[in-house]
């Protein structure tokens, strides 16, 4: 069962007695915002948990079919015609075309309405009928995959009818030192991702528009303390927030200040060192191997003692 924030109000303007004016109702009313947030961010409870099934998808950014001039020259691609900005095309990304002469995959180097450059060799060629396709694998979590406030993403599952599977998670560090070019193996349907701060890099990139089911958890909403139902997301735990944000309602009438995420932790009763409990980022013992191999093969988190071949 939830507590209405009205009640958590109520007991913290206890604590502070003698203090009962509007200075020490706002500080209440920060305090238990900025406990909330600090108490997430120590562990993930199963309030915040979320299955998001309907907001995210893979993209793939096409021009469309459009006239166009690839030009050796200042390696440039033109159109005369609608935008490539518009149309969603980034520096940076990696392009393919259906012209015979230009297939790519192009790199883009700078992007207007009308020029693409990229800083790979053109043949001079026009096309009346080309399309530019970019085959997009990098996403935002919120600004692509419309996530409402995530913290961390637990599993990826991409949805294809009876080829639907869930991804493989990989570190930043082993996407990079195994895949340093991605673009080499093409769009086809992705196995992998990674995470870079607010982004989900998938592998390959993707061939088409898929359904992603992403799990992950949330940061709590902002308490609407105007509404006198508006509730706190945690259940049984209010005397952690009503400690934790009259300590810190206090510190902020007092000038003063304290370690709050340890003194979370405290609270709850949990260790110091917080448990790996995201599925897709459990740390496993790894094979050994005296070539200095990186690639695991075999069930290895049931032996990891069986050398890899």
């Known amino acids: 069962m939830t507590t209405a924030y009205t009640e958590l109000i109520r007991q913290i303007m206890l604590n502070l007695q003698p203090r009962s004016d509007g200075v020490a109702r706002l500080a209440v009313e920060k305090a238990i915002i900025d406990a909330q947030r600090v108490i997430a961010s120590i562990r993930d409870f199963d309030e915040l948990m979320v299955l998001d099934t309907t907001n995210a998808f893979t993209a793939v950014i096409t021009s469309g079919s459009i006239s166009v001039v690839f030009a050796a020259t200042g390696g440039t691609i033109t159109r005369t015609t609608g935008s490539f900005v518009t149309d969603g095309f980034t520096v940076g990304t990696s392009i393919e075309t259906d012209d015979d002469d230009n297939p790519g995959p192009l790199t883009i180097l700078t992007v207007t309405a009308l020029v693409i450059t990229v800083q790979d060799t053109l043949t001079d060629s026009t096309n009346t009928a080309c399309i530019i396709t970019h085959n997009k694998r990098l996403y935002h ?69 898929y359904p992603l089911y992403i ?36 510190a902020s009438l007092e000038g003063g200040g304290g370690n709050w995420h340890e003194r979370v932790r405290q609270l709850l009763g949990i260790a110091t060192m917080e448990e790996a409990t995201r599925p897709d980022q459990r740390h496993v013992a790894r094979p050994f191997n005296p070539a200095g191999e990186s690639r695991a093969t075999g069930e290895y988190w049931l032996n990891p003692w069986v050398k890899s071949s």
């Open 215 to 250: 799990q992950h958890s949330q940061w709590p909403a902002a308490a609407n303390y105007a509404n006198a139902n508006d509730t706190t997301p945690f259940t049984n735990i209010d005397y952690v927030i009503v400690s934790l944000a009259t300590e810190m309602a206090l």
């Open 141 to 209: 979590i919120e600004d692509d995959l419309d996530l409402t406030r995530p913290k961390d993403i637990y599993s990826i599952k991409l949805m294809d009818g009876d080829n639907s599977r869930k991804l493989d998670y990989i570190t930043p560090q082993r996407f990079d030192k195994d895949y340093p070019y991605p673009e080499s193996l093409g769009a086809q349907r992705p196995v992998k991702y990674t995470t870079r701060g607010r982004y989900v890099e998938l592998l390959p990139m993707p061939d088409d528009a």
